[in-house]
Each structure stands twice: as structure tokens, then as C-alpha cells.
């Protein structure tokens, strides 16, 4: 665990949003002597165990690390827990928001932490330039995720891309749809009738994973309507951000 001031703290928070980095903030609450950290100290828990700040001595550590991977476990932005390290719990106790454990030192002392899970947003992609294509951009935005929109056939799909939509209208779908399959993106879009659909992924190894048409069954009309069913089918098929 290493040790870092608020303002080096809080600069690699910044950074590791900007990165797309997922981490948990552990913020100290409220702390009862002989605890060696104190209300207000802080920490960044990395995915892979890494913590970077101050939250308490090696006996909170350990414990505060398994917990914060739990919460990044879960993949839902805004997952927080109350963690209690005291030596009045004699067996784990976990109950809604609250989780307590023993305090494995013989020194004693009560920790309250504070565990928020902080996510990147879910990264979508869209390829075109139709009414649909603006309409899916915007839907996304509005729902806090964070779309690429792009023209080029070509264009780089990010790493942890959870969503690809092709809505060009027949223009260059191959090679975006080639591109989101090879990258194991976990839904993959095609705005197209059923028949023409068809015919496009018949000449698409993989083609199978492609939901044509994009989106669930709602009498969608408009394009805003059909961009809200697709985001709907994403949903309901408990897509998610990557880690």
C-alpha cells in the first residue's frame, strides 16, 4: 500500500477517470482507538489489489482490498458498502449496505470505511450517419453512457467497447461488423430488415452473435422510438460495462 497526499490522491483518481480505469474510493468514516487511521484518510483500490493511500494499518488492508474487489465485481456504477472492521464482530455479517468483519489484530480497534465503486461509463460505438445512428448517440448520452460516434468504416473500436450499433443503411457494414466481432464485443447491432439482414451476415463468420434487427419488438416507429429499443434489448440482456 502506498502512501500519497489528498492532492496526489485525488490527481491519480482524475487520471485513472480519464484512462477509463475502474477503482474504489475507501474513505475512513469514523475510527476508534488503537485504529492507526484516522476519520477523513483515503485510499484508491485498483482491480488488481493495488492501493494507493492511507486507510489503516496491515490489519484493515487485507480486508479492505477483498471487499473493494467485490464491489468492482459487480459492475454497477455507484456500488458502495459501509465496511466495518471491529473486534465486537465475532462471524462476517453482511446485511444491506453494511458489511462487518473482525478486527484480525490483538491490538483492537474500530474502522468504518466508506467503499465506493467508481466505473467508466458503458463505452458504445455507432457506425453511420442516419437518423438512427444521431438518435442512438443521443439516447446514450442522455442515459450516462459514453458513445463514440463515428463515419469511418475503419475506425478503431476501443478495448472495452460494450455495445457496437451498425445503422449506415447498407454502406460499409462488413468490415465494422467484422471489426466488433473479433474484439468479442458483448452486443453487436445491425439496423437492417430482417431479409437484408440476413443476407449481409450470411457473408459474416460470426454472424450469429449480430442482433438484426437491432433492438426489442416495441412498435418501435421513429428513430428515437428504435434507439430506445435498443437500448432496451441491451438491458435486458444485462450488457454492461468491461473491466
Not at 483500490?45 to 487485507?62: K, N, Q, R, S, Y
Not at 455507484?78 to 455479517?93: F, N, S, V, Y
Not at 465494422?176 to 437484408?196: D, F
Not at 422510438?225 to 444485462?238: F, K, R, T
Amino acid at each position: 500500500m502506498s502512501s500519497s497526499g489528498p492532492g496526489d490522491l485525488q490527481a491519480r483518481a482524475d487520471a485513472l477517470r480519464s484512462g477509463r480505469e475502474p477503482y474504489v474510493l475507501a474513505t475512513v468514516v469514523r475510527a476508534r482507538r488503537p485504529a492507526s487511521a484516522k476519520a477523513g484518510d483515503r485510499a484508491l483500490v485498483l482491480p488488481d489489489g493495488t492501493i494507493e493511500g492511507f486507510v489503516g494499518g496491515h490489519c484493515a488492508v487485507d480486508t479492505v482490498r477483498a471487499q473493494s474487489l467485490r464491489l468492482l465485481q459487480r459492475r454497477r456504477p455507484g456500488q458502495a458498502t459501509l465496511l466495518r472492521i471491529t473486534p465486537e464482530a465475532d462471524e462476517p455479517r453482511e446485511e444491506e449496505g453494511l458489511v462487518a468483519v473482525g478486527q484480525p489484530c490483538l491490538s483492537g480497534g474500530t474502522l468504518e470505511i466508506f467503499l465506493e465503486a467508481v466505473l467508466p461509463p458503458m463505452l458504445v460505438h455507432v457506425y453511420g450517419e442516419s437518423p438512427i445512428a444521431r438518435a442512438f448517440a443521443a439516447v446514450g448520452q442522455a442515459i450516462g453512457h459514453q458513445v463514440a460516434a463515428v463515419r469511418d468504416p475503419w475506425a478503431a473500436i476501443a478495448r472495452d467497447t460494450s455495445a457496437v450499433l451498425v445503422a449506415s443503411h447498407g454502406v460499409s457494414e462488413e468490415p465494422v461488423l467484422l471489426a466488433a466481432l473479433a474484439a468479442g464485443v458483448p452486443y453487436i447491432g445491425l439496423i437492417a430488415a430482417r431479409e437484408r439482414g440476413a443476407a449481409v451476415l450470411a457473408a459474416v463468420a460470426g454472424g450469429d452473435r449480430v442482433h438484426v434487427p437491432a433492438g426489442l419488438d416495441i412498435g418501435a416507429v421513429t428513430p428515437g422510438e428504435v434507439a430506445v429499443s435498443i437500448y432496451a434489448q441491451i438491458i435486458e440482456l444485462g450488457v454492461r460495462g468491461t473491466l
